[in-house]
């Protein structure tokens, strides 16, 4: 119904244009422009939009929350990270950086359009945006501000695990990484230190523990580090292609998370050996990983007339379950953009300072502490 009723505005606005068009006099016609034209246009149909009935809503609702599958992006939505103590949340426009014992802002920073953020090896926490970046130190309650980074949709974010005063941004048309400096002087756009070729990757990029890059290729997986050589590996027989590449706590191993919900653990050597695996109780939307922790962010199939099953999901390197929590249901709308309002606070972070994890958008916030199996915070 809805597919018909946009062919029919589509059909009214084209007889809209004819009209229009027709009744201008020949000279007024050609001093027309076609943006004054399409203005005239939307007008005509927006007027000629009524309210969906309450019917043709609720079908939609039902369609958007009992038929469509969620699945994870292609890039996770870097919106939430830990630092020392602290935590980076992505607004609208700007960041907050709250302390993490009760969530209480310490500064606050705007940087326009948040692009993504990130954590250094120092406990330091960045931001990029459409109008510059920010950082905050360890110690720090004043952010400092930096020049425009250059950040396209699946780019990724990464702190270098080497070097607390420089960060990588992955561009995945170019597949390349580009090494920046913090600056220490003012400027309009922010210089490249270095570029490092990746060539061959197709997805689910990494960082390893050695601050080695991973990431899937059309034959497997590739490892390179930024000043190293590269290193090709075939995937296992019966290991389908991840969607997500985490970290383990060996430098030589990762985990290989599937969109079916398993998660295999490999090992970055002669056959890519698999050391061990589990199967996850629902659908991975997010996944992510600290030195003795794999967190998840699960979606399930909703009963009939309920909204879908969010849940928080800590385990161990063998799958056994350290924290479980459910997440507030959020029913879809029948709006055009419900999947992006359904999505919006489901972001995913798990610290690497403290056994902390929070789930959270630029409406609502959420950290637990996995250990005690307590909430710490909501804001």
Request: proline fraction near 8%.
């Amino acid at each position: 119904m809805r597919g018909t009723q946009t062919i029919g505005h589509a059909a009214f606005a084209g007889a809209c244009f004819c009209v229009l068009v027709g009744c201008l006099p020949e000279r007024k016609r050609r001093q027309s422009s076609h943006a004054e034209l399409a203005e005239r246009i939307a007008s005509v149909d927006a007027q000629a939009s009524p309210p969906l009935p309450p019917a043709v809503v609720e079908t939609l609702r039902s369609v958007h929350e009992q038929k469509l599958e969620i699945t994870p992006p292609a890039s996770p939505l870097q919106r939430l990270e830990f630092g020392s103590g602290r935590l980076l949340q992505a607004l609208k426009d700007n960041v907050v950086f709250r302390e993490t014992k009760q969530g209480n802002a310490v500064a606050e920073a705007n940087v326009g359009a948040v692009r993504a953020v990130a954590h250094g090896p120092d406990g330091s926490l960045f931001a990029l945006g459409s109008s510059g970046g920010t950082r905050l130190e360890p110690r720090s309650t004043a952010p400092k501000g930096f020049p425009h980074v250059a950040f396209f949709p699946g780019s990724l974010l990464f702190g270098d695990l080497e070097e607390p005063s420089h960060f990588y941004v992955y561009y995945a048309q170019e597949q390349q990484l580009a090494w920046y400096s913090f600056p220490t002087a003012a400027g309009s756009f922010l210089p490249i230190d270095a570029k490092f070729a990746v060539e061959g990757c197709v997805g689910a990029l990494g960082l390893l523990r050695d601050g080695a890059f991973v990431c899937r290729t059309a034959s497997g997986l590739l490892r390179k580090a930024p000043r190293g050589r590269r290193v090709d590996f075939k995937l296992p027989v019966g290991c389908a292609e991840p969607f997500r590449l985490l970290p383990a706590k060996r430098l030589d191993e990762l985990f290989s998370v599937l969109r079916s919900g398993e998660v295999v653990q490999l090992r970055l050597g002669a056959g890519t050996p698999v050391i061990g695996r589990f199967q996850l109780p629902a659908t991975p939307f997010a996944a992510a990983a600290n030195a003795e922790a794999l967190a998840f962010l699960t979606v399930g199939r909703p009963d009939p007339g309920q909204p879908r099953v969010w849940a928080l999901l800590v385990t161990d390197f063998q799958g056994q379950v350290r924290f479980r929590a459910e997440l507030p249901a959020t029913a879809a709308s029948a709006d055009e953009r419900w999947l992006q309002a359904l999505v919006e606070d489901k972001n995913l972070a798990i610290s690497e300072f403290e056994p902390l994890v929070a789930v959270g958008g630029p409406a609502h916030v959420a950290v637990w502490n996995y250990a005690e199996g307590r909430q710490v915070f909501a804001r």
